[in-house]
């Protein structure tokens, strides 16, 4: 498998072949601008944690508080890394606190408003499943109900920006 189709290795050797087909025909941009042409207005950080919060709050209220939402440049797609969910444990007089904590790539600052939803959601069910497993994208699916075909088009997304 060539390494620029590397992001939908696990899906269908047919859709791979269309995506790859759209990719010989410099038509991945025409994919993606004519299904997401809605961009984000979620440019700072203040703005990414209260987009957060309104999603936790709205699916998740008894999950633990948000202590912070960032957009990170450190976080890459090369490192597979799109977002990032952390319990930071720091000591606080004589206790110990954890911190909850999310981290979206800076990537997505650009990127169009549904997939910026949707990697928010991906992170904020972390908060209640820690793996990725079928109670994990169940929960996806419940804040997001087209959350897996925005998965595959982000994948895309990434293969055009990359390519």
């Known amino acids: 498998m060539p390494p620029e189709i590397n992001y939908l290795h696990n899906y269908p050797a047919a859709l791979q072949a269309q995506i790859k087909q759209l990719q010989a025909q410099d038509k991945l941009s025409d994919y993606i601008t004519r299904r997401y042409a809605q ?30 939402v960032a957009y990170d440049n450190r976080l890459t797609i090369e490192h597979h890394a799109l977002g990032l969910n952390t319990a930071i444990s720091r000591v606080q007089g004589g206790k110990l606190k954890a911190k909850k904590e999310i981290k979206i790539s ?39 109900p087209d959350y897996h075909q925005l998965e595959f088009d982000c994948r895309v997304y990434l293969l055009w920006k990359n390519s």
Request: hydrophobic letters at 45%.
């Open 39 to 68: 961009p984000h207005l979620v440019q700072t950080d203040k703005a990414l944690y209260q987009y957060s919060n309104e999603i936790k709050q709205t699916f998740l209220r008894s999950a633990p508080m948000l202590d912070k």
């Open 106 to 144: 800076a990537f997505f600052k650009a990127a169009p408003a549904a997939f910026l939803r949707m990697i928010v959601v991906h992170e904020l069910a972390h908060l209640k499943e820690r793996n990725h497993d079928k109670a994990f994208y169940k929960l996806c699916q419940h804040m997001e």
